[in-house]
């Protein structure tokens, strides 16, 4: 059983940064990629950010394209999210994930492993 366990979520202010991490508690599992996810009431999981492990290349959502970035190790293998000038409607469940496949980067069905997720919430 592979399981990814997220931290670093919390209570901010707007404007203010946050760090996620997910580790994943098995090493030999097939990964060529991990990412984050978020979800908030009422909505559909929304994709944030992916990191490919063979070439490094990362992949953001527009929306947080030059606020957050993605970044991790494989070996372990972990991945982070680092959260700058938050805003209140990034306020979300941010769920790690892990794929071994192939498919759209963005595509939630493309991922075989997912964390529980950690709360972010941005008050103004």
């Known amino acids: 059983q592979v399981l990814l366990v997220e931290s670093g979520g919390g209570s901010v202010q707007a404007g203010d940064s946050l760090r996620l991490s997910c580790v994943g508690t098995?090493?030999?599992?097939?990964?060529?990629?991990m990412g984050w996810f978020r979800q908030a009431p009422g909505k559909e999981r929304e994709f944030v950010a992916a990191i490919f492990w063979n070439s490094n290349y990362t992949y953001y959502a527009e929306s947080v394209k030059g606020r957050f970035t993605v970044s991790g190790d494989k070996a372990v293998p972990t991945v982070h999210l680092q959260m700058n000038s938050l805003k209140v409607e990034d306020t979300a469940a941010y769920l790690c994930?892990?794929?071994?496949?192939?498919?759209?980067?963005?595509?939630?069905?493309?991922?075989?492993?997912w964390g529980q997720g950690t709360q972010v919430t941005v008050s103004s």
């Open positions: 098995r090493r030999t599992f097939s990964t060529n990629a």
């Open positions: 994930a892990s794929r071994g496949g192939s498919g759209h980067i963005m595509s939630p069905s493309t991922y075989n492993y």
